[in-house]
């Protein structure tokens, strides 16, 4: 497969999964902003948003102050913030018009109908008259593509980038979602009874909160929703469920080049697979889940190296 074709299916995929995780994000600190809380700590929720995506600093030139209303514009619809559902989803679009012959029919239909609707819904207002139903149709669509993409492409490697850059977004996600919660209850120290909502919330913006019903039948803790968000295998947004599929998938498209990449892939899943969530927290969360965002950019950036730039003449 040509490195251009590679590299269009591989970002495809990782800007629709990116929109969706925003989407998610949003919606959940939408609902967390109605609990009874001061303004400062509702203040902390729409930072924290901006913080796990990397966007303070980009926010904070644009805008006075936080508020919903500006952190929605700035992630929804701004155009130059490259992480804006707006942004993602254009993207997305742009790499599928590109790789149009390694796509179905139906896979090509259904991103390009998500942007044609995102515009409707934009110029409609949706997402200031009713953020939740915006949020919703953001999650449908990246369910959609998902579902469409699998059910319709032949297994070859077109199929292997496409998942390689849905998982490799997700477990990035998945981590900068469990480190800015943990952060906020003080590190790993036990959340109070106050906190089980905010934890729930967490879960819910991950499709969680019913797993994590299903597996452990009790209270919501902070050491029960680090094991399921880092080491369950069949939780599917998991670092772990993340980091396997990239290397299987990585395994499938090996070349000559890709050697180094699929060791070091390899030792992050073996790293997660034999983990104990007690010793993890007790070596401290945040720097565990540092290490990890560094080792996932780490892989992305091989992965662009030995498979989507063309070698040189």
């Keep these: 497969m040509l490195s251009r074709t590679a590299d269009n299916l591989f970002w495809m995929c990782r800007y629709i999964e990116r929109a969706e995780n925003t989407a998610r994000m949003l919606d959940v600190n939408l609902q967390m902003s109605l609990l009874p809380q001061d303004a400062q700590a509702r203040e902390g929720l729409w930072r924290a948003v901006l913080d796990i995506s990397e966007l303070q600093h980009g926010y904070d030139a644009r805008y006075p102050a936080v508020t919903p209303l500006d952190v929605l514009q700035h992630m929804v619809r701004e155009p130059s913030n490259q992480s804006s559902i707006y942004a993602c989803l254009r993207a997305a679009r742009e790499n599928a ?21 995102l515009q409707r819904h934009l110029q409609d207002q ?69 906190e089980f909502y905010r934890w729930a919330a967490l879960l819910s913006s991950v499709s969680g909160l019913e797993i994590y019903r299903k597996v452990y039948r009790d ?7 680090a094991e399921l968000l880092i080491l ?21 498209v090996s070349n000559q080049r890709s050697a180094e990449t699929e060791r070091r892939a390899g030792m992050l899943h073996a790293e997660l697979r034999y983990a104990r969530v007690e010793d993890i927290l007790r070596g401290g969360l945040h720097r565990y889940l540092e290490r990890f965002l560094d080792r996932i950019n780490d892989l992305g950036n091989r992965i662009s190296q030995d498979f989507l730039v063309p070698l040189a003449a």
């Design 232 to 252: 369950r295998p069949d939780m599917p947004r998991s670092l772990l469920a993340s980091v396997q599929a990239l290397t299987c998938d990585l395994a499938l």
């Design 97 to 117: 018009r590109a790789v149009r012959g390694s796509l179905t029919t139906e896979v090509w239909e259904t991103y390009n109908t998500t942007w044609l609707e």
């Design 126 to 194: 949706l997402p200031e008259r009713n953020p939740g139903e915006f949020f919703e149709w953001v999650k449908f669509r990246a369910h959609l593509a998902r579902g469409v993409t699998i059910g319709t492409m032949l297994e070859d490697e077109a199929l292997y980038f496409l998942r390689l850059g849905m998982h490799l977004e997700r477990a990035d996600n998945t981590a900068r979602l469990l480190d800015v919660k943990f952060h906020e209850a003080d590190g790993d120290t036990p959340a109070r009874a106050s």
């Design 219 to 225: 209270v919501i803790t902070p050491d029960r929703v």
